[in-house]
């Protein structure tokens, strides 16, 4: 004989098995947005940790109606906050870069958007990868999190302005200082095409 | 449309977040001006060289790591995923509005408190008269300058009688004339020197 239970809510949190899977659903995504943020591989795996593990120790407040992502990146956004004022300030010098951009090179189609997947701007855009990752940390924090979670991730001015928990606004105003600080270092260090071509102000 | 406000405008634009007739505008101005065309296109490459950027792969052990790690953190008792949880899962807004209410909430209970101290505190002082037969009429509690709380109890002072039990001056009927209040006593506070 089989006997319907209805699951209370709270009988998901320390559930191990329903966890799991969003782990491995989602630690790939939290990871890439960790690493942009801060640059290096150990940061990035300290708060991919940090943010699953808060996700764990408190899933019984996120509502499952909505999507697990939204929940996620503002947990993640509230590492990033709380993890600066620990950590002191340091740079730190990623030795596997290399590595990374070896290793990528196989998924970089996945990612491109429809026009750019003859391998030309495939191999332009690997090259590109490291001048952009290190004009974005040279972005203040909030920019870089505002240009990450719209260029990066494709979230709307709406999803940010929920993440980072600020009005529209205020995601206007950063994602458009954030761009044109990128914009500028990028044109000095002579990355932009038309900034090649000589057509920049 | 000026070129200052389009300059505010063209990230919005870029990004799909301007609505039909501001966008059109924006779009005008940028077919006219190459000042803020170049702006236009600049920006737009930065944007589209962003979302190009490859997707970073941990290192392949990690997945397990980290589940080994997350599954295997302890579970905190109630009180604390109500309190920490909320924190930690909220916006930068709510907790920002939190910390206010809080804040707000601890300056009123300080403020009470410092109130009902005070007024205990006054309430506790000695006042004129039992001041004064405490130490004996040499010692005026009203020196002349108004030190706040004796004002309350400011009546006339009276001359304290002699007692024959102190015996000081000898003869019985005379009264003792270091018992007399200082000059300045008699007057009201606000005009004391």
């Known amino acids: ?201 | 449309m000026n070129c200052r406000r389009a300059s505010h405008l063209i990230s919005a634009l870029i990004d799909g977040e301007l609505c039909g007739a501001e966008a059109l505008r924006l779009r005008e101005h940028i077919e006219q001006c190459p000042v803020c065309r170049a702006d236009y296109e600049t920006l737009r490459e930065t944007k589209q060289l962003l979302s190009g950027m490859a997707v970073v792969e941990p290192r392949p052990g990690f997945e397990q790591d980290l589940l080994n790690y997350v599954l295997s953190a302890p579970c905190e008792p109630a009180w604390k995923r109500a309190i920490v949880g909320w924190w930690q899962t909220t916006d930068r807004r709510n907790r920002m509005r939190a910390a206010a209410a809080f804040a707000a909430l601890s300056l009123a209970v300080l403020a009470l408190s410092v109130r009902g101290t005070l007024q205990t505190a006054s309430s506790a002082l000695p006042s004129y008269e039992r001041l004064s037969m405490a130490n004996g009429a040499w010692a005026s509690p009203l020196p002349g300058r108004d030190v706040g709380f004796v004002h309350e109890t400011v009546d006339r002072p009276q001359p304290v009688r002699y007692q024959p039990s102190q015996g000081l001056c000898g003869a019985d009927s005379m009264p003792d004339i270091r018992t007399i209040p200082p000059w300045h006593t008699y007057l009201p506070v606000s005009s004391a020197p």
């Open chain 1, 1 to 201: 004989m089989k006997i319907a239970v209805s699951q209370p809510r709270t009988s998901h949190w320390c559930d191990s098995d329903i966890f799991d899977e969003y782990v491995r659903r989602y630690y790939r995504l939290a990871y890439n947005i960790a690493y942009r943020m801060s640059g290096n591989h150990a940061d990035a795996e300290d708060i991919t940790q940090e943010a699953f593990i808060r996700a764990y120790r408190f899933f019984d407040r996120y509502d499952p109606s909505l999507p697990f992502e939204n929940w996620l990146y503002r947990i993640i956004a509230n590492v990033f906050i709380d993890d600066v004022r620990r950590r002191p300030k340091v740079k730190l010098q990623s030795l596997d870069q290399t590595v990374t951009a070896r290793s990528t090179a196989g998924e970089v189609h996945l990612e491109l958007p429809d026009d750019s997947t003859n391998p030309e701007t495939m191999m332009m855009q690997a090259a590109l990868d490291e001048p952009l990752q290190r004009a974005l940390e040279s972005l203040p924090r909030d920019f870089r999190h505002a240009v990450i979670l719209a260029d990066i991730e494709g979230l709307s001015y709406e999803e940010i302005a929920a993440v980072m928990g600020c009005s529209l606004g205020t995601v206007r105003s950063r994602l458009h200082r954030g761009r044109k600080l990128m914009r500028n270092r990028l044109l000095a260090e002579n990355y932009l095409p038309s900034g090649r071509l000589g057509g920049e102000k």
